[in-house]
């Protein structure tokens, strides 16, 4: 069976130094700003960048979206999360 997308965020905070969840929750600005780093992506914006333009830089940055304009802004769907778990070197437990 595959990992459910719980286990799979879990998975990414864990690769990302964050504490694991044990109810399903999307992610925080924190983070966010912590998968960005992973990532060596910067964002951009003034100051604190919003959750919807991480959002749209890690789309980028994955290779789901073609430009910060063209990227969703939403939050992750299954696939995005699968994308993101082995751009930062996570295993989700399966």
Do not use: W, Y
């Not at 969840?21 to 700003?33: D, P, Y």
């Not at 333009?53 to 699968?82: C, H, N, P, W």
């Amino acid at each position: 069976m595959s990992p459910t997308a719980h286990e799979v965020r879990n998975a990414i905070r864990a690769a990302t130094d964050r504490f694991e969840r044990e109810v399903e929750a999307s992610f925080t600005k924190e983070e966010l700003q912590a998968i960005c780093a992973a990532l060596e992506t910067d964002p951009g914006g003034d100051g604190r960048p919003s959750t919807s333009r991480m959002r749209r830089a890690i789309r980028v940055r994955i290779g789901t979206a073609e430009s910060l304009e063209a990227a969703d802004d939403t939050t992750f769907r299954k696939a995005d999360l699968r994308a993101i778990a082995d751009a930062v070197g996570a295993s989700p437990e399966s």
